[in-house]
């Protein structure tokens, strides 16, 4: 028989939920304040506790705790009279199932009380947490895998890393190329000077010299002062120029000249100043088809593609999704302040089940979802949401174009996330500027609420 523990002073509750909790089957206890309620804790051993919170004598987050480490598969289900926001994040946090306003629907509380049962029972199952050897494959820099090819990787950031030659970093949105490129950098002879990324997608044409090589005052309208490009800033360090393919071919022509002569003149300068930064690059595109095109210089890519490093996507090492779950969840429960540490078979399976267009950035975020809908120490399948061809659609419309579905996909990302347009880039893996132009160019500022 499972057992209630009902911390509440007001004897009416108290009697129409011990009327209506016994009628269930279930053994009910009672207390009048968390002081007592903590005293029956070891001789009842309950498997759900009901706490009003709104008890006077009683510090009802100290309470929480110590149940919570008495034990903490103890399911706890907050009442109260009055609905405060931030008194139940902070419950969520210590560890609360759920939260119920008096008057209580009973309805509603039988529910609540199955499921923290049916979460309990899971969990205590659930024998192994999860895998503790992430560190055995955790490479530079936070970068996780087991596989071959992620091994290999590995193996050349070591001997990339104590020289200074130019690496082209490969790989599909989300990828993760700025983590190799960083990686690269503060595990060798460059870590203790700057490292500075830029997005060339994200700089317009009429500003990018300015923001890589600086100005000087009076160079141009608007130009009121002096200002330190990020060739500059860099010194010795690291420049990494992420989707470099976006570079016009005549700022391509001008970053050449700068590679082969190793300086770089300001706006409106009049002198040269010494290149003294490392170039790493990375691109989503094969640069070498935009080099056959006539859309990339051949030049620019031999003095950037010294050695190329092309990371898989996840799709293509998903052996190694166990790994990066393990490490995510414990980055993301420390984030949230959650303990979140068990995962059933059916969740991995459901994980490892999918392609991940998105990539590691895309498990990343669906992990953080995942993590925040949970009120316990499991992850279950209704709190792994995935993104798909199939349930981007409404239905299966398999005559939609491919602009069609993007336009679908966008707008589904941008009213997911309120139109926080940060937010949709990160999960879309594109530019700010991109962001907008689809927007326009799909007419869907009509959807915005």
């Not at 051993?45 to 009003?52: C, R």
Request: contains cysteine; hydrophobic residues 40%.
């Amino acid at each position: 028989m499972k057992k209630i523990l009902i911390i509440e002073n007001d004897p009416k509750v108290s009697e129409i939920l011990n009327v209506n909790l016994k009628g269930l089957g279930y053994s009910i206890s009672f207390a009048k304040s968390g002081e007592k309620g903590l005293k029956l804790l070891e001789k009842y051993n309950p498997n759900v506790v009901i706490y009003d919170l709104s008890i006077p004598d009683s510090d009802g987050f100290s309470i929480l705790s110590d149940i919570k480490k008495f034990d903490p598969h103890i399911q706890i289900i907050l009442i109260s009279d009055n609905y405060d926001i931030n008194s139940t994040l902070q419950a969520i946090e210590i560890g609360v199932f759920d939260y119920l306003q008096k008057p209580l629907d009973f309805n509603q509380l039988q529910l609540k009380i199955s499921r923290a049962l049916e979460i309990q029972s899971v969990s205590l199952r659930l024998k192994e947490y999860i895998r503790n050897d992430t560190e055995e494959f955790k490479l530079e820099n936070n970068l996780i895998g087991k596989t071959p090819s992620m091994r290999s990787i590995l193996k050349n950031i070591r001997q990339l890393s104590d020289n200074r030659v130019s690496v082209l970093i490969l790989g599909e949105s989300g990828t993760g190329k700025e983590l190799i490129a960083k990686s690269i950098h503060y595990s060798g002879i460059s870590k203790e000077q700057p490292f500075i990324a830029i997005n060339c997608s994200a700089l317009p044409e009429s500003s990018i010299e300015s923001e890589l090589f600086g100005h000087v005052k009076g160079a141009f309208p608007g130009a009121k002062e002096n200002k330190k490009g990020k060739f500059e800033l860099a010194r010795k360090g690291t420049i990494f120029l992420d989707e470099i393919s976006e570079l016009s071919v005549s700022f391509q022509s001008k970053l050449l000249k700068v590679l082969q002569e190793r300086e770089f003149t300001k706006l409106g300068a009049e002198y040269s100043l010494p290149m003294n930064a490392r170039i790493l690059t990375a691109s989503i595109l094969n640069i070498k088809k935009l080099v056959d095109e006539g859309k990339f210089l051949k030049d620019l890519y031999q003095r950037l593609k010294v050695f190329t490093i092309t990371i898989p996507p996840l799709r293509e090492r998903k052996e190694d999704i166990p790994l990066l779950v393990t490490y995510f969840l414990r980055k993301i429960n420390a984030e949230l302040h959650k303990k979140v540490n068990k995962v059933p078979i059916d969740v991995m399976d459901k994980l490892k089940g999918h392609d991940w267009p998105g990539n590691v950035r895309e498990l990343e975020n669906v992990l953080v979802q995942a993590v925040f809908l949970t009120n316990s120490d499991v992850l279950l399948c209704e709190h792994i949401h995935l993104q798909s061809i199939e349930n981007i659609q409404d239905c299966n419309d398999y005559h939609l174009s491919l602009n069609e579905i993007e336009k679908r996909h966008i707008l589904r990302v941008l009213d997911n996330f309120n139109w926080n347009k940060n937010k949709a880039i990160e999960i879309l893996g594109i530019s700010k500027p991109t962001l907008y132009s689809k927007v326009e160019k799909y007419n869907l500022k009509k959807y915005l609420k």
